[in-house]
């Protein structure tokens, strides 16, 4: 047997380009709002990841069943003189969450509450109506 190997530089360079594809610059995906729902006896309570984001930069809407949940990221420019930036990975933006309960939410008696990049929603579920009996006159 020969102990010649053949070495195309070239096939290291493709086997890099598929493997490791060639970043253009795009702005990196909107992180899904991560969410976590209990059921308890008198309601719900949800617990929402939103990290980086000021508490006045998150609504949220209850629409009967219907809880959405939306966040703004806004970019900061931290950019000293002298410095440039060479890569940001952070992600800035909206993003939302809109999702619907087994039974309505009383609005008037939900409670947020925002800290260490979670958000905390009770809410109490709706006292449901009784049917009425109407009587025939």
């Known amino acids: 047997m ?9 096939d290291d360079f493709f086997r890099g380009f598929f493997v490791r594809p060639v970043d253009f610059g795009n702005q990196p995906d ?4 991560k969410i ?3 059921e308890q006896e008198s309601g719900y309570l949800v617990h929402a990841e939103i990290p980086g984001v ?3 930069d998150i609504n949220v809407a209850v629409d009967g069943p219907v809880v959405s949940i939306s966040a703004e990221r806004r970019e900061e ?3 000293k003189e002298g410095e440039r930036v060479l890569r940001t990975e952070r ?7 809109s ?28 006292a449901a109506t009784q049917a009425r009996r109407i009587t025939i006159q």
């Open 54 to 56: 000021k508490r006045e």
């Open 30 to 33: 909107a992180p899904a709002l």
């Open 77 to 79: 420019k931290d950019v």
């Open 91 to 97: 992600y800035f933006g909206k993003v939302s969450r």
């Open 99 to 126: 999702f619907q309960l087994a039974q309505e939410i009383d609005e008037s008696k939900v409670v947020a509450k925002y800290a260490d990049g979670v958000l905390e929603l009770s809410l109490p579920k709706k």
């Open 2 to 10: 020969n102990g010649v190997i053949r070495r195309d530089p070239l």
């Open 36 to 38: 976590d729902v209990k």
